[in-house]
């Protein structure tokens, strides 16, 4: 699982990314700060460490920004441990907030902890809201506002899986795998032909050009409000 490393201790960052990839995880850093959504977008994290004392803006400016473009889970690092920075960062969508210094076997716990915590709620959940779009798995419909449009299996499944990675990009063998267990003599067409009938649904519900195609990397839904 890739985990997006937003900290400018140059000490901290190695320190981490070493720990994390002892444990599995394969880790990525924001180094251009001007361009976070394009680094989500390439990381396709499953979750970020956020520090709050950044260059530029803090980490509660960041948070924002990730919180616009993804509903990927999020704990903060930081070396400031008042209670109101603490409320804050858990009000402004963070997961859990750690104080500096602290253990790195706590913080592999808490990671493995909320990683399966969230693989059980995608399992489960009868629905799943990005923003304010709604993906019912109950009533098989996509909500956005006032409209509500319903879906086949095929439309369900395909917007399951780019609203569990909103704000990433999702390959084409991935939304082939989701849509039949067995790719080998599925025409890639039958892909396409889905997709548009995806973002016809969008459309219905007022969401025209939620989804961004990128030519050989896959598709994304980008859109939250």
């Given at each position: 699982?890739?985990?997006?490393?937003?900290e400018d201790n140059d000490q901290l960052r190695k320190y981490l990314?070493?720990?994390?990839?002892?444990?599995?995880?394969?880790?990525?850093?924001?180094?251009?700060?001007?361009?976070?959504?394009?680094?989500?977008?390439?990381?396709?994290?499953?979750?970020?460490?956020?520090?709050?004392?950044?260059?530029?803006?803090?980490?509660?400016?960041?948070?924002?920004?990730?919180?616009?473009?993804?509903?990927?889970?999020?704990?903060?690092?930081?070396?400031?441990?008042?209670?109101?920075?603490?409320?804050?960062?858990?009000?402004?969508?963070?997961?859990?907030?750690?104080?500096?210094?602290?253990?790195?076997?706590?913080?592999?716990?808490?990671?493995?902890?909320?990683?399966?915590?969230?693989?059980?709620?995608?399992?489960?959940?009868?629905?799943?809201?990005?923003?304010?779009?709604?993906?019912?798995?109950?009533?098989?419909?996509?909500?956005?506002?006032?409209?509500?449009?319903?879906?086949?299996?095929?439309?369900?499944?395909?917007?399951?899986?780019?609203?569990?990675?909103?704000?990433?990009?999702?390959?084409?063998?991935?939304?082939?795998?989701?849509?039949?267990?067995?790719?080998?003599?599925?025409?890639?067409?039958?892909?396409?032909?889905?997709?548009?009938?995806?973002?016809?649904?969008?459309?219905?519900?007022?969401?025209?050009?939620?989804?961004?195609?990128?030519?050989?990397?896959?598709?994304?839904?980008?859109?939250?409000?």
């Amino acid at each position: 699982m890739n985990i997006l490393i937003i900290e400018d201790n140059d000490q901290l960052r190695k320190y981490l990314a070493e720990y994390l990839s002892a444990y599995g995880f394969t880790p990525h850093f924001l180094d251009d700060y001007e361009n976070l959504p394009v680094t989500l977008a390439a990381a396709a994290p499953s979750l970020i460490l956020l520090d709050i004392t950044l260059p530029q803006f803090d980490g509660f400016y960041y948070l924002r920004v990730i919180r616009k473009h993804s509903p990927v889970p999020v704990i903060i690092l930081s070396a400031r441990s008042d209670e109101a920075d603490q409320i804050r960062g858990i009000e402004g969508g963070a997961y859990d907030y750690i104080t500096k210094p602290f253990s790195m076997g706590l913080l592999i716990a808490k990671i493995n902890a909320l990683l399966t915590r969230e693989r059980s709620a995608g399992d489960n959940a009868g629905s799943l809201q990005v923003g304010d779009v709604t993906l019912s798995k109950t009533a098989m419909t996509l909500s956005h506002g006032a409209s509500t449009v319903d879906l086949s299996k095929n439309e369900y499944k395909m917007l399951a899986l780019l609203l569990a990675r909103a704000g990433q990009y999702v390959s084409r063998e991935d939304m082939l795998e989701a849509l039949w267990d067995d790719t080998t003599f599925v025409d890639d067409n039958t892909l396409t032909v889905n997709m548009s009938r995806v973002k016809k649904r969008l459309v219905e519900v007022g969401l025209d050009g939620a989804i961004a195609t990128k030519r050989g990397v896959g598709y994304a839904f980008m859109a939250y409000h």
